[in-house]
């Protein structure tokens, strides 16, 4: 593909650029200063969903017929580097680039007209029911069972690590409906409202101080079969769908890029041992350069792909290669962001995070969420698929192993 830019390329640009220099509240800047993780805070982040929603331009990858702009792979990937420039807060993204993609597939006409202008409106939010204790890798040995009753499903279990079910009104959820053949095929994928009577969320905070992951609980929860997505016993194609799209239907190089020019700012005002900048380090900015041409592969990679999907094609194991590749840099440039701030990592002021705190840092601004963001990424290579499936999923249908 030529990833020279077009004149209408260009056009379209700078009018991303001129939104995002005007249609960003007080709020929303809050919140995006204050994001260390893969989501920001609620409310500035559900008022930019909004903002983006009355746009027009929520769901840059669905198509128009279900509510998207109509935009090309070009332009998805010039939408995303303006907003890491800018820098704009994190979606809770679920509905949109996960669930979403899956109802336009699967979902019945019904199902379809019933969830798909939540999704955009915003007036849905959605959070995922995978992994279990003891199957989070291994999703295939997923235990949480929906037993038949007449026209519903009674479910009983627990989802470990359910991101944003604090928060949530909606829930994806595997459930094992057969115990027989294959551990794959007895699984069905169900959605349902989180304020069904039998659930509950408890909340795990992480190291890095941050509410976003959770345990969910499922006690007698009964659910009609007609939430089902996709046929009985049949979920676990359905949930490979879903999980091409969460490991690789986004570009990881515009964040990435996003956060090499956070450490280049930190790097031009802090110092090294010796007295200079740590910028004109050699051996710190060896590191930079590293991140960077790392960065720039994977950028070459992603326009690849999404040339691809644009052609119609599936991310398919594009997905594990962008997944493992961008993860594992995300979380080197954090490392090398920690050691850039150097003894300012090590103060611990909760309340710098929340927003439009009046707390005085004992710190620069630019290692304010530092520190939290090196620890947060920690999960980068768990999450979504670990960096050892990654690497098997490649190795068995790339390879061949």
């Known amino acids: 593909m030529d990833l020279l830019l077009t004149p209408e390329e260009e056009a379209f640009r700078e009018e991303v650029r001129d939104f995002l220099d005007t249609a960003m509240t007080d709020n929303v800047k809050e919140a995006a200063r204050l994001t260390v993780g893969p989501i920001s805070p609620f409310d500035g982040s559900m008022e930019w969903y909004r903002i983006l929603h009355k746009k027009g331009w929520i769901a840059p990858a669905w198509p128009v017929e279900h509510g998207g702009p109509g935009w090309n792979a070009m332009q998805r990937y010039i939408w995303d580097v303006e907003c890491q420039t800018v820098g704009v807060p994190r979606l809770y993204h679920m509905g949109l680039k996960m669930i979403g993609p899956v109802i336009q597939k699967f979902g019945t006409p019904e199902q379809q007209a019933k969830y798909l202008p939540r999704i955009l409106s915003g007036d849905d939010v959605w959070c995922q029911g995978y992994s279990e204790p003891g199957s989070g890798s291994d999703l295939a040995s997923l235990q949480c ?5 007449g026209d519903d499903y009674i479910i009983n279990g627990t989802k470990i690590w359910t991101t944003g079910a604090h928060v949530a009104n909606m829930i994806f959820c595997l459930v094992r409906t057969s115990n027989e053949g294959k551990k794959q095929d007895g699984i069905s994928f169900i959605v349902f409202p989180m304020d069904t009577p039998g659930v509950s969320v408890e909340p795990i905070i992480t190291m890095a101080g941050d ?11 009964r659910v009609p079969k007609a939430n089902l997505m996709g046929r009985e016993n049949e979920g676990w194609t359905v949930a ?5 799209f969460e490991r690789g239907g986004q570009a990881y190089s515009p964040m990435l890029f996003g956060q090499i020019k956070k450490v280049r700012e930190i790097a031009n005002a802090e110092h090294s041992g010796t007295g200079q900048r740590l910028i004109d380090d050699p051996t ?9 041409s790392r960065s720039m592969a994977l950028e070459i990679y992603e326009k690849q792909t999404m040339s691809a999907l644009s052609a119609g094609a599936n991310p398919g194991f594009a997905a594990s290669a962008m997944k493992l590749r961008g993860s594992e840099t995300l979380q080197d440039i954090s490392v090398l962001a920690a050691e850039a701030i150097a003894y300012y990592g090590a103060p611990y002021q909760p309340e710098l995070r ?6 005085v840092p004992i710190m620069p ?19 979504a698929g670990s960096s050892e499936v990654q ?9 061949g192993l």
């Open 365 to 383: 601004d630019h290692a304010v969420g530092v520190m939290n963001r090196n620890l947060n990424n920690r999960a980068a290579t768990i999450y």
């Open 354 to 359: 929340k927003p439009f705190n009046n707390a």
């Open 391 to 399: 690497r098997s999923i490649m190795a068995k249908g790339v390879l």
């Open 211 to 221: 509410h976003e992951v959770n345990q969910t609980f499922f006690d007698d929860v």
């Open 284 to 292: 710190f900015a060896a590191k930079l350069a590293d991140m960077e």
């Open 145 to 149: 069972k929906a037993v038949s009753d």
């Open 240 to 244: 490979k769908y879903l999980l091409e």
